[in-house]
């Protein structure tokens, strides 16, 4: 006879300033999860509550106050050593058959949703964690950059991030402007604005470490009526740099169970092939070469023209989606890293990448899977 242990421990995984743990229990697979803010971890039971009617989520069976904050018990799912998550599908040289009916269903499931329960809902009614508090007074925004300075790009560019708005930026030659204190200024003022936005029942937050496989969704903290191009701008922007990129630089830990990501950040780091100042025509140059891998490259496209475009037909039909997306794209930009604090290349980049959301040529068909290749005219 072949002795099971009452009570097994995995191990422990930090994700940001929460602790999760798998857990086997008289043969019954667990996932505990601490939270230590108490705020957080009661919008997380709303928003399981609010999702699993609609959604696929594991059930939650418990969840208690403990010391220094609070535990929450869900059932867990299968998964395994770089299995279980939408992003071992996209750790691949190649897109697999598995990923793209993956993105046909969870386009699927998000259209059947969102059109279901999209509604023009005021701001004071959506969540606010991951724009509108961090563009208001004593966000992120503030905590980052307010009455601060720093340099583009150390020995490289070596301007004042405040003085970027006197120079022409050159980038991949097409002609740009960012003027950094306004383009501050400008998204405090987008997020305290009342104007209704167009809001559905998701997520909030989806992540390829936050979607499963089998199609499932993982974290609910940000659960709820989410601005739908705020929704859009958060997948476009995770799947085509975050996730393959600068998470897995600036944040390993959380892929401890997904090594293989390591393998692929190369196909996803930009490359930095020009950075120069040129004073006499108070002209930035910089040449890189963006690189999104193949598979990331199929999900973007799957997701924008299963689900981004046919959601845009019908809510905005008309409209301009580089103006719809580019606030929230631009404070994804700003409001996760603090760019100060990375190296210089990343940086420079990011800085790029902001300018060219920034400017009114922005077009998000083609911005988050960049082609290989310079802009032919300015």
Aim: glycine share 6%; proline share 8%.
């Amino acid at each position: 006879m072949t002795f099971q242990p009452l009570l097994r421990l995995g191990p422990v995984r930090r994700f940001t300033r929460n602790l999760l743990r798998p857990v086997d229990l008289l043969g019954r697979p667990l996932l505990l999860k601490y939270t230590r803010d108490p705020a957080e971890a009661r919008e997380e039971i709303r928003g399981h509550a609010r999702l699993s009617r609609h959604y696929r989520v594991p059930a939650l069976h418990a969840h208690l106050r403990v010391p220094g904050g609070h535990l929450l018990t869900y059932e867990r799912l299968p998964g395994g050593t770089d299995q279980g998550l939408l992003l071992d599908l996209l750790n691949a040289d190649e897109p697999s058959s598995d990923l793209r009916s993956y993105m046909d269903e969870l386009t699927a499931a998000y259209r059947e949703v969102i059109l279901t329960t999209a509604w023009p809902t005021e701001p004071t009614h959506v969540v606010r964690k991951l724009y509108w508090d961090r563009a208001a007074p004593g966000g992120r925004l503030d905590t980052y950059y307010a009455g601060k300075d720093f340099l583009v790009a150390d020995d490289l560019i070596d301007i004042p991030v405040s003085r970027l708005g006197t120079y022409t930026l050159n980038i991949n030659g097409c002609r740009h402007h960012l003027d950094w204190a306004a383009s501050l200024r400008w998204l405090r003022a987008h997020f305290a604005t009342a104007e209704p936005v167009w809001a559905a029942l998701t997520q909030g937050d989806p992540t390829d470490v936050n979607l499963a496989h089998p199609l499932a969704w993982f974290d609910y903290d940000t659960a709820g009526m989410n601005s739908i191009p705020g929704e859009f701008a958060n997948f476009l922007w995770y799947a085509s740099a975050l996730g393959g990129w600068l998470a897995p630089t600036y944040n390993p830990a959380a892929f401890a169970d997904h090594p293989a990501t390591f393998d692929h950040v190369p196909a996803n780091t930009p490359e930095i092939r020009r950075a120069e100042v040129d004073h006499t025509t108070s002209t930035i140059h910089i040449d890189y070469t963006p690189r999104v891998s193949a598979p990331r490259r199929t999900a973007v496209t799957a997701y924008w023209n299963q689900l981004v475009q046919p959601i845009a037909d019908r809510l905005w039909p008309g409209e301009d989606l580089a103006n719809l997306l580019r606030p929230y794209l631009s404070m994804r930009i700003l409001g996760v890293y603090n760019l100060a604090d990375l190296a210089l290349e990343n940086r420079l980049v990011l800085l790029a990448r902001l300018a060219e959301a920034m400017s009114p040529a922005f077009d998000p068909s083609t911005y988050f899977c960049p082609l290989e290749s310079r802009c032919q005219a300015p």
